[in-house]
Structures are given as C-alpha cells and as structure tokens.
C-alpha cells in the first residue's frame, strides 16, 4: 500500500461503512488518522491495473511492550468483488507479512452475520475466542462481536 492508494482505501472502507456489517465506525476517516491508527510495516492493497480492489492492515491493540507483537487484523474488498478469491489472497498475505515483522498473534473481531468474513478468517487457522453480547450499539441496535485470533507457528513459538 502507498499513499497515493489513500484514496481508493477510504472508499473501500466507506463500502464497508454502508454495509452495516464490516465495523462499528459511522464515517470513514481522514487519511491522517488512518495512517496513524494502522501499523506501517504490514498494510497491503489487491489491485487490477491501477484500482485498488481491496486492502488488508494490522493495527496494534494495545500500546504496553508486551504486546508489540499482537495486533489487529482488517481487510476491506470492494462490494463487487467479494467471493472471488481476493479476500483469502490478502489474509495469506497479511499473516505471512506479520510474521516477517515480529507478530505472534493476530486477532479480529467480527460481526456474527458477516459469516463470510468468519469462515475466511478460519480457514487461514483463526480460532473463535468467544461472542461479546451486545458489546457496542450501531443506530440503536445491540451489536455482538465474534472474538477470533491466530497464533503464529513461527514467531513467539
């Protein structure tokens, strides 16, 4: 990813945004703050020609040392091309980009209707936690959140 994608990033972010399924955010936010909130050395885009058709980014969970190699995983494909195939390149991707940048454990959080993103996130040996119930409300309906994580084979072993 570079920052001349900036711009088709936010608008497959905002795509998600719409669906009502991908994250509790209302609005896309600015570059700036994305930039910020995402870990530089493990962002990556699928792209055909110059559109970018989708991307995947690791965002640290917390800031204590202890947790330098646990971070966050997200991945965004636009609406039309979902089924494809792309999603599973970028999850491959971002797990091996993780481990060759110190992660040991990758986690998400999922909303239960979005099946698709939770067999994906399975199949690449993410394991479900748990379901926070009614852990955030989203124009005014409770939302549960599935909890997954991946264990690295190879970092942290």
């Not at 905002?14 to 493990?42: L, M, V, Y």
């Not at 640290?60 to 494809?84: D, F």
């Not at 999603?87 to 999922?110: D, Y």
């Amino acid at each position: 990813m570079q920052n001349k994608d900036s711009e088709q990033v936010l608008a497959i972010f905002q795509e998600g945004i719409d669906t009502g399924n991908a994250t509790f955010e209302k609005e896309t936010p600015t570059w700036a703050k994305w930039d910020h909130e995402h870990i530089t050395s493990c962002r990556l885009v699928a792209r055909v020609d110059d559109q970018v058709i989708g991307w995947a980014a690791l965002s640290p969970t917390s800031s204590r040392e202890a947790y330098t190699g646990v971070a966050e995983v997200s991945i965004y494909l636009r609406i039309n091309r979902a089924g494809g195939g792309v999603g599973s390149k970028l999850l491959h991707a971002i797990i091996e980009e993780s481990e060759l940048n110190g992660f040991w454990t990758l986690k998400s959080g999922i909303f239960p209707e979005n099946k698709a993103s939770i067999a994906l996130h399975k199949k690449y040996g993410f394991r479900v936690l748990g379901t926070q119930e009614r852990i955030g409300m989203m124009n005014g309906v409770w939302r549960d959140v599935v909890q997954m994580e991946r264990r690295s084979e190879v970092v942290g072993v």
